[in-house]
T-cell receptor, first 115, second 115 residues
Framework: AQKITQTQPGMFVQEKEAVTLDCTYD???????LFWYKQPSSGEMIFLIY??????QNATEGRYSLNFQKARKSANLVISASQLGDSAMYFC????????????FGKGTRLHILP | GAGVSQTPSNKVTEKGKYVELRCDPI?????LYWYRQSLGQGPEFLIY????????DSGLPNDRFFAVRPEGSVSTLKIQRTERGDSAVYLC?????????????FGPGTRLTVL
């Protein structure tokens, strides 16, 4: 079974609109971390935002926020006021506390921002 | 400060040859990770080092793959008798420690092409 599911292979959004990228995860651990990374066409993985499973507040970093719904095992990324430079692949990822070695990535969502 | 660096950025080799891929982590980061990203997929874990030792090598696909980190900083991923299926982008990441809250910072990757 997939640990991280991103159901939107691709999305097209008009510039300046807000966009939500979906992510659901599967774990039996109580302690885990959730991450979003951006991968532009240059290939580098850019860390965007982190949410710990015990964090009561949704994480925010500038225009990025993470809509964390623990009971639903959902960790959607919200990008406000999208910009052309936001066009990229976006990966949701999880790190389980008892597996403090690896991050497990979803298959990604390709976001296209239209002018 | 300097981020994670990887060399070479591109490597083209022939089937059956031996290759070495190098990763220089962020200074002071004790944890180092290797991932492999095939086209259209998210990164997949290969191996994790804590200091000089490989704490988890469960992601290495077979015994043709080997990695070392002799002095606890630079790491080398070694692939023997390369096959066309080894073609992918090999990503290295480092983090300060290895707790679930620690963000992994990625390098730009090495694109390996096996002809």
């Amino acid at each position: 079974a997939q640990k991280i599911t991103q159901t939107q292979p691709g999305m097209f959004v008009q510039e300046k609109e807000a966009v939500t990228l979906d992510c659901t995860y599967d774990t039996s651990d109580q302690s885990y971390g959730l991450f979003w990374y951006k991968q532009p066409s240059s290939g580098e993985m850019i860390f965007l935002i982190y949410q710990g499973s015990y964090d009561e507040q949704n994480a925010t970093e500038g225009r990025y926020s993470l809509n964390f719904q623990k009971a639903r095992k959902s960790a959607n990324l919200v990008i406000s006021a999208s910009q052309l430079g936001d066009s990229a692949m976006y990966f949701c990822a999880m790190r389980e506390a008892d597996r403090d070695d690896k991050i497990i990535f979803g298959k990604g969502t390709r976001l296209h921002i239209l002018p | 400060g300097a981020g994670v660096s990887q060399t070479p950025s591109n490597k083209v080799t022939e089937k059956g040859k031996y290759v070495e891929l190098r990763c220089d982590p962020i200074s002071g980061h004790t944890a180092l990770y290797w991932y492999r990203q095939s086209l259209g997929q998210g990164p997949e874990f290969l191996i994790y080092f804590q200091g000089t030792g490989a704490a988890d090598d469960s992601g290495l696909p077979n015994d043709r793959f080997f990695a070392v980190r002799p002095e606890g900083s630079v790491s080398t991923l070694k692939i023997q008798r390369t096959e066309r299926g080894d073609s992918a982008v090999y990503l290295c990441a480092s983090s300060p420690t290895s707790g679930s809250a620690d963000t992994q910072y990625f390098g730009p990757g090495t694109r390996l092409t096996v002809l």
